[in-house]
């Protein structure tokens, strides 16, 4: 069984910053790629952050210069910094592990990140 432990959302002001972070196994983390997606009601998930094992990173558009993903051997976690908050962030965010070779992805249990005006 593979357990992604999230942890790190909650509430804040627009303007705010909160940090997530995602706990894998060492073999997950050190083999395979991880990202941040979210959901918003209503909406379809999307990709908010990548990170590969080799440490390139890609944003969604609209958090490019507010956000920063970032991984860390030493805890084999992936991190979002969240600064500059704003409302339409609000969604659950889930840390993701990408699979290769067609393989399902791994999903954590999702936190909430809500914004507030």
């Known amino acids: 069984q593979v357990q992604l432990v999230e942890s790190g959302g909650g509430l804040v002001q627009a303007g705010g910053s909160l940090r997530l972070s995602c706990v894998a196994s060492?073999?997950?983390?050190?083999?395979?790629?991880m990202g941040w997606y979210r959901q918003a009601p209503g909406k379809q998930r999307e990709l908010v952050a990548g990170?590969?094992?080799?440490?390139?990173?890609n944003y969604l558009d609209s958090v490019e210069g507010r956000f920063t993903i970032s991984r860390d051997s030493a805890k084999n976690s992936v991190f979002l910094q969240m600064n500059s908050l704003k409302p339409e962030d609000t969604a659950v965010y889930y840390c993701?592990?990408?699979?290769?070779?067609?393989?399902?992805?791994?999903w954590g249990q999702g936190t909430q990140v809500t914004v507030s005006s």
């Open positions: 993701n592990v990408r699979r290769p070779r067609g393989l399902p992805d791994y």
């Open positions: 060492r073999s997950i983390f050190m083999f395979n790629d």
């Open positions: 990170i590969n094992r080799g440490g390139i990173t």
